[in-house]
């Protein structure tokens, strides 16, 4: 609040975070106090009528926002903490970060649907082949069967998912079914890059230490290890049954959006935290497995260059070769994303266009890491040779029977 003696006199006064110049046209004394016009040079918009309590004083807002609300009140101006919050809560109501609903509404159903019917198909496969293996399991393969378990797992969130998306960002199935949604996204999440991280351990212990720490890929071993995995990921994400995740929004129930999970500043450092210790430590384990083993190849090419054309050495290389490919183009782009825009959010407060080109890059991004679930099942195609085998020889014994129901149909026609 400024005082002012002489009318026609410019002041400085401080609105909000910034610092306005007034133009303090003319002045006269009214029943509430006094009576100014003044003119915002740094804005188009003018204030009238502005009462003050005592003397040849008055307080001005260069906001649109905040002049709304001034401009409705009878009573002397409040202080510049309440115009604040009135501010700040009505940019937040106006900042819709769905802008691309109705785009939305028939993309990520179709996206989702195939992702469904394809993680469906082959990891149901997998557990089938490997149900029906009558040999002992090795380490490797326990892994992956653990994979596939969690990527069926993932598949059963998908139909609600896909409800959600259909019906334009608007959760119809309640407080508990979303936040078991979310449990099974996250839980699905880090529980395949552990499980591809310890694929890529496992490999480099056979190749590069093969008479050395072999008691670690022991299959009891390996089963103890699998089920700390679920117990650690269940005890990280059961949290989530406890909050709500289910958010009002323009009439809407909006679930597991990003305004849901980030309600405080604190949040923030929790999932850099969890970005950090989930992505970036498991994403440098595999890659200084691939080139530790990429190295011993080289140098038993160099030694017995037969030694390196086995097939199993490839194949050992190649397998975890794949899953950094699929580690990094899945699950990198959605980590990066989270991590660049919580460093920015402790820096500043994001713009509304901020948090709307973060919401649009942050569906895509989890698009593409929820595809992960249909790419496991080729990584056990190429890494276990009996399982190659064994869907070579299921498709091979399916092509002549449907060949033979075609052409029955066709011999009774041309009989007739």
């Keep these: ?37 003044a003119s915002c040079q740094c804005s188009s918009h003018i204030l009238h009528q502005i009462p003050a309590e005592r003397g040849p004083s008055a307080v001005a807002l260069c906001d649109l926002p905040a002049l709304l609300n001034c401009l409705k009140m009878t009573n002397p101006a409040p202080s510049v903490s309440s115009f604040v919050t009135s501010s700040e809560s009505t940019t937040n109501k106006s900042c819709d970060v769905f802008i691309y609903k109705e785009a939305a509404r028939v993309l990520f159903p179709i996206f989702y649907t195939i992702v469904l019917v394809i993680s469906i198909l082959g990891n149901s496969l997998v557990l089938y082949i490997t149900w029906q293996r009558k040999q002992k399991l090795n380490s490797t393969s326990l892994y992956l ?32 079914l979303c936040g078991l949604t979310a449990i099974m996204f996250y839980s699905n999440t880090y529980s395949a890059i552990a499980f591809m991280t310890c694929i890529s351990v496992d490999r480099y212990l056979a190749m590069v230490h093969p008479h050395k ?8 071993v390996v089963r103890g290890v699998c089920a700390l995995i679920w117990v650690v990921v269940i005890l990280e994400t059961s949290p989530l049954l406890f909050r709500s995740l289910v958010k009002e929004f323009d009439g809407q129930r909006t679930c597991m959006e990003y305004s849901n999970l980030v309600d405080s500043p604190k949040m923030s450092y929790v999932l850099l935290f969890a970005c950090i210790i989930g992505f970036c430590a498991p994403l440098g384990l595999i890659l200084c497995c691939y080139s530790q083993i990429s190295c011993k190849l080289s140098r038993m090419a160099k030694d ?13 290389k190649n397998m975890i070769l794949l899953i950094l490919l699929s580690f990094v183009v899945c699950f990198g782009p959605y980590h990066i994303n989270i991590m660049q825009f919580m460093v920015r959010r402790l820096l500043h407060e994001p713009s509304c266009e901020e948090k709307k080109a973060f919401k649009m890059s942050l569906q895509v991004t989890v698009s ?10 080729v990584i056990y195609f190429f890494a276990i040779k009996t399982y190659k085998q064994r869907v070579m020889s299921l498709f091979m014994g399916y092509m002549p029977t449907l060949l033979s129901s075609r052409s029955m149909p066709e011999n009774s026609s041309s009989n007739t």
């Design 213 to 220: 720490c072999q008691s670690l890929r022991n299959t009891r």
């Design 1 to 37: 609040m400024l005082d002012s003696t002489e009318p026609n006199q410019t002041v400085s006064i401080v609105c909000i975070t910034h610092i306005r110049t007034l133009r303090l046209e003319e002045w006269g004394w009214v029943s509430g106090g006094l009576l100014k016009k």
């Design 145 to 176: 069967i653990n994979l596939a378990v969690s990527d069926a797992l993932f598949t059963l969130a998908l139909p609600g998912r896909i409800t959600y998306y259909v019906r334009g960002f608007d959760w119809p199935f309640g407080d508990l």
């Design 368 to 377: 593409m890491m929820n595809f992960n679930c249909c790419l496991d099942p």
């Design 304 to 316: 017995n260059p037969m030694t390196c054309r086995s097939g199993k050495s490839n194949r050992a």
